[in-house]
């Protein structure tokens, strides 16, 4: 029991126009494999127009624990929104 | 309910840390898998997860025994759409389960070797034609009454999936119901398949939702991490409430005699299962439980060569691919 096939993660554009988005992972031994498997596993009722498959050990993810760090300061820079900036109504639409 | 007597583990973790999660879940935030939990918390959800994918699994097994049999083609297609939802329904728990860092064949393992259940329900045989019917509307009725407040399940990727599945599963439903009304409004013997039908499904799927609350000892703690949302007798009066009236709609009698109208807490009164039967086929000893682990074994080692021949040729196939780009270099 120990060939186990990878793990893919599967993404998917639901309409044109839109981003892919991540739906779920499955098991596969290729890509082409893997592909079949997400047509299958995740578009039965027209949920797609394209699918990416990815190996998941390709990913890199943000850990945890970085939350603090990574996003946190972002949040005191409120200069960055426009509602920061007090526009006169006369000066009309901006 | 398709997760049945889930043992909730006991966690040995840091008070200080353990207080945050509950706050977190309290506070109705999603845990994500990479995310600290307390071990009880990791466990117990691989169980109910696990047995969740199982029961979708062995769940294709008394339904796919009429694909061949169905009576028309678009009965047939119908079937076969579900039954191939109920192997997708598998898979998306099976990889929320993964995420909590057991992987896929030690899950298979585990349902092969008996290690872990599946529902109670799979264990009884689907006998005619009218069964399938009330597989549709009892069984998937009483899963999704499980799997409705499931999507609000504190565990990311298990909600994520409950999502998805509960979009599905309405269909599922109501094909059954479809079903079982054509032959109620049959012929008379069609009519009496039917009510036979019922007669032999509605004890064992009450039984789906897990003994009664006084003698569920693990619901407090799943309860309180919001991996379980109801108890077991909530869930089961619901379950009677919505289905007595689609019952007599059809004109098909309940078995039961003791079920009455109840004015105060304006639902049915209704008599229990008979739980010993439940223990029993738990234990291994239902109708079914020797034929459905015997299927699911077969398929696996019947697979393997499959299984590992596809591996050898992703395998070899990478090789010639780095050898012939080290060739161009």
Request: charged share 25%.
């Amino acid at each position: 029991m120990s060939n186990e096939w990878p793990l893919w993660e599967v993404f998917i554009r639901g309409q044109h126009g839109l981003n892919h988005r991540h739906v779920g992972s499955l098991h596969a031994p290729d890509s082409e494999l893997a592909m079949r498997h997400a047509r299958d596993v995740y578009t039965r009722r027209n949920e797609g127009v394209s699918i990416w498959v990815v190996p998941s050990s390709e990913i890199t993810a943000s850990a945890p624990s970085d939350k603090g760090p990574m996003f946190e300061p972002s949040n005191a820079k409120v200069y960055r929104h426009p509602t920061f900036y007090d526009i006169p109504d006369e000066v009309g639409h901006m | 309910m398709y997760a049945q007597m889930v043992k909730s583990e006991a966690t040995n973790d840091d008070p200080e840390l353990l207080a945050a999660f509950q706050a977190r879940i309290d506070a109705g935030e999603k845990i994500e898998p990479k995310e600290w939990m307390p071990e009880g918390y990791r466990k117990t959800l691989i169980r109910q997860i696990g047995q969740h994918a199982h029961s979708e699994v062995v769940g294709q097994l008394p339904e796919g025994n009429w694909i061949t049999r169905a009576p028309t083609l678009e009965r047939k297609a119908i079937l076969l759409a579900k039954v191939q939802d109920e192997a997708g329904h598998g898979l998306y728990l099976y990889c929320a389960a993964e995420t909590l860092g057991v992987s896929r064949d030690d899950l298979t393992e585990q349902l092969l070797s008996g290690r872990m259940k599946y529902s109670s329900i799979f264990n009884y045989p689907t006998l005619n034609w009218a069964d399938i019917g009330a597989v549709g509307w009892l069984v998937d009725g009483a899963a999704i009454m499980n799997q409705v407040p499931l999507q609000r399940t504190s565990f990311g990727p298990y909600s994520r999936a409950m999502i998805r599945i509960c979009k599905e599963e309405s269909f599922h439903q109501r094909q059954g119901y479809d079903l079982i009304s054509v032959m109620a409004q049959g012929t008379p013997e069609q009519k009496a398949m039917a009510q036979d039908a019922l007669n032999r499904f509605w004890y064992p799927s009450l039984m789906m939702f897990g003994p009664g609350d006084k003698d569920s000892v693990h619901s407090e703690q799943s309860m309180a991490w919001k991996i379980k949302i109801n108890t077991n007798d909530e869930l089961r009066q619901k379950f009677v409430d919505q289905t007595v009236p689609q019952a007599h709609y059809l004109g098909l009698t309940v078995p039961d005699e003791h079920l009455k109208w109840n004015d105060d807490k304006e639902g049915w009164d209704f008599s229990e299962p008979d739980w010993s039967e439940f223990y029993d086929v738990l234990k291994g000893n239902g109708p079914c439980n020797v034929e459905r682990l015997e299927a699911r074994q077969d398929a696996w080692n019947d697979g393997q060569w499959f299984r590992d021949g596809l591996m050898a040729h992703a395998k070899k196939s990478a090789d010639r691919r780095r050898a012939a780009k080290v060739a161009a270099e």
